[in-house]
């Protein structure tokens, strides 16, 4: 897999390349072209046409055999030339690394082959100057290029929603607690659990993925099960988040007596439910004996009042 770590408030611009070899329903060659995560162009060996899109682990491959390239470069937050990397793979291995630093002007690079054949002082000297006077510099214009095209988007701010859950696990007699961070643009964010001022450990925790919403936003979630016993030692836990769209860190905490507060709420409100159900149960009981009382009332005077209104009748008759 292909990745690498962009700083906060940088902007990239990345080049996927993909080759694959065999028989498959996919183009034999893709290239794409990403603004940090904007595609701004894309281009297959099918359609042969290279349209811009504008938003204004090896194993068996079936005998598929795939190729892919990432090249890009970042300017950081400062307006200053970041690092130019290169990166390949072959059926999921990395197999090229080059990674140039514009500032320090130096180079690293790692290829697995290089341990055979070696790599002379001019081959060396070569690649450093493609990369300073060629790569680099043709990248940077292109990235510059497509910054200033999708400013509204790559250069948007959107601060994070925050919302906290609790949820006792009655089965097990722990809760756990979450923190949802939803919302926020551009998608680097940090956010951390802590329990009495100390971070959580990682091993700890689970979640913790950036994962997109559908409006092209992020969200990102981070939860901890708390034990029966740690609840009754009454710890104090939050959570903390730095954004490029906060001015400082945002601290949220939850409530203390997290046992008392969810274990005890969870079981007043199952109580009251119980009580509400059974009221409602009673007034719908009265309410049907009332409905049969009110029917035989309304049977018996109808009754009555017919058998009434033969004799009077037959009087009459005689009498006439």
């Known amino acids: 897999m292909l990745s690498f770590h962009v700083p906060t408030g940088s902007h990239s611009l990345m080049v996927f390349a993909t080759y694959i070899a065999g028989q498959t329903q996919f183009p034999e060659f893709t290239l794409v072209l990403m603004l940090d995560d904007v595609q701004v162009m894309y281009y297959d060996s099918i359609s042969l046409k290279a349209v811009q899109r504008s938003q204004s682990n090896s ?64 081959e060396w000297l070569n690649a450093k100057f493609l990369y300073e006077h060629v790569y680099h510099p043709v990248c940077m214009k292109a990235l510059r290029t497509f910054l200033e095209k999708e400013k509204t988007t790559v250069m948007r701010k959107l601060k994070p929603k925050v919302r906290l859950f609790r949820k006792p696990l009655t089965a097990s007699q722990e809760l756990q607690i979450s923190c949802l961070a939803t919302g926020f643009y551009p998608r680097h964010i940090n956010l ?49 988040m730095k954004h490029l769209s906060l001015d400082n860190k945002l601290d949220i905490a939850f409530d203390e007596d997290l046992e008392k507060s969810d274990f005890g709420s969870s079981a007043l409100s199952i109580i009251i439910s119980v009580l509400v159900f059974m009221c409602v149960a009673v007034l719908i009981v009265i309410a049907l004996i009332r409905w049969r009382k009110r029917c035989a009332a309304e049977t018996g005077s109808s009754t009555s009042h017919q058998s009434g209104y033969s004799p009077t009748s037959t009087s009459e008759q005689e009498t006439t």
């Open 59 to 122: 194993g068996d491959y079936n005998g598929l055999h795939i190729y892919q390239k990432r090249v890009g470069c970042e300017v950081l937050d400062n307006d200053q030339p970041g690092l130019f990397l290169s990166l390949d793979a072959f059926n999921g291995q990395n197999t090229e690394e080059f990674t140039f630093d514009v500032i320090k002007r130096t180079m690293q690079i790692n290829l697995p082959w290089m341990r055979i054949t070696g790599m002379g002082q001019m």
């Open 192 to 240: 951390t659990l802590f329990r009495d001022g100390q971070p959580v450990d990682d091993d700890q925790i689970t979640g913790g993925e950036i994962l997109p919403n559908g409006d092209g936003t992020y969200q990102m979630r981070k939860s901890l099960v708390i034990s029966e016993e740690e609840l009754r030692e009454e710890h104090k836990y939050n959570c903390t």
